[in-house]
């Protein structure tokens, strides 16, 4: 479902009215539902799509965060669990079939499709401690460099799960930011009575730089130069991702001043294109002088300098 469009599922655009959307739902969920389609596998996966996206949609806040994020970014968010938390199937059938709920469809006499067997824990009307429940879920928190943020790549980690060690191979996406999940279906604790087991959610903490810090999708670099530099002009040398860079500073240049280094910052995150690099200028002042200097800086004085 990560790839898959809610709205498109539903047949609605992205701005379809609460009532639009479940009236949608309504026609959908009479067209596939599997007591009405008996053994016709498509027919149940569509009929779990529907449901699916019913239950985020139907959402307000669910479907905020599933419009903010899209699918990918929603689904790195929410679990299966967390999708059907609050999607009361009781109130929502009892409307399509002339008045008989989800109770009928469960314990509702031969041929009746088993929504437990469809939802697993959400279903309300079975012995939770013989239903197949999902594995918990396991949280790692994963410090990484700026380059590896910064251009992604492979990397090995070990974490413990059952009291064992399992090690994993993770892929770590380019530009990723400080704070994001990256999830691992499947690499968490095992499921109960047959269930799936849980995820792994990677926590990404970037490590401080002695150099760069990051802001956003932008790096800064601080690098000073005296005052005669400011004054007259120069050439410097700064670094970055890619390597030392030559870069101008024009004379009169003031302290603070910061100057852009184009495309030369973090890639963005699932996006095409690279923030920018600032390097912001500072004016050195000696904390001490020699004679011939101080004479110097009192002729300049002079000339209001």
């Known amino acids: 479902m990560a790839t898959k469009d809610y709205y498109t599922i539903l047949g609605v655009n992205k701005n379809a009215s609460d009532e639009e959307i479940k009236r949608a739902f309504r026609k959908l969920a009479m067209k596939y539902h599997p007591d009405r389609?008996?053994?016709?596998?498509?027919?149940?996966?569509?009929?779990?799509?529907?449901?699916?996206?019913?239950a985020v949609l139907s959402d307000k806040e669910k479907r905020k965060q599933y419009d903010?994020?899209?699918?990918?970014?929603?689904?790195?968010?929410?679990?299966?669990?967390?999708?059907?938390r609050g999607f009361d199937f009781e109130e929502i059938f009892s409307g399509l079939f002339g008045g008989r709920g989800k109770r009928e469809f469960r314990?509702?006499?031969?041929?009746?499709?088993?929504?437990?067997?469809?939802f697993g824990r959400q279903a309300g009307y079975q012995d939770m401690s013989r239903m197949p429940q999902k594995g918990e879920d396991i949280v790692y928190e994963m410090a990484i460099s700026l380059e590896e943020a910064a251009w992604g790549g492979e990397k090995r980690i070990n974490y413990r799960k059952n009291g064992k060690v399992e090690e994993v191979s993770v892929k770590i996406p380019?530009?990723?930011?400080?704070?994001?999940?990256?999830?691992?279906?499947?690499k968490g604790m095992e499921g109960r009575?047959?269930?799936?087991?849980?995820?792994?959610?990677?926590?990404?903490s970037i490590r401080e730089h002695p150099t760069f810090s990051r802001e956003g999708d932008d790096l800064v670099v601080e690098k000073e130069i005296n005052f005669s530099?400011?004054?007259l002009g120069t050439t410097i040398e700064v670094p970055t991702l890619e390597g030392m860079k030559k870069i101008k500073i024009p004379p009169?240049?003031?302290?603070?001043?910061?100057?852009r280094l184009r495309g030369l910052g973090i890639p963005h995150f699932q996006g095409e294109g690279k923030g920018d690099e600032y390097v912001k200028v500072i004016v050195k002042v000696p904390k001490k002088v020699t004679e011939k200097s101080r004479g110097l800086i009192q002729e300049l004085a002079k000339e209001g300098i």
Do not use: C, V, W
Not at 37 to 54: C, G, M, T, V
Not at 252 to 259: A, L
């Open 252 to 259: 009169g240049t003031q302290s603070h001043t910061k100057m």
């Open 68 to 84: 903010t994020f899209g699918a990918e970014g929603f689904h790195q968010r929410f679990t299966q669990e967390d999708i059907f």
């Open 174 to 186: 380019k530009g990723i930011p400080s704070g994001k999940k990256l999830r691992l279906a499947g």
């Open 107 to 118: 314990f509702g006499g031969r041929g009746g499709f088993d929504f437990g067997d469809l």
């Open 193 to 204: 009575n047959g269930g799936p087991p849980g995820d792994l959610y990677l926590q990404i």
């Open 229 to 231: 530099e400011a004054a």
């Open 37 to 54: 389609n008996p053994n016709k596998k498509e027919a149940e996966e569509r009929f779990k799509e529907i449901n699916e996206a019913y």
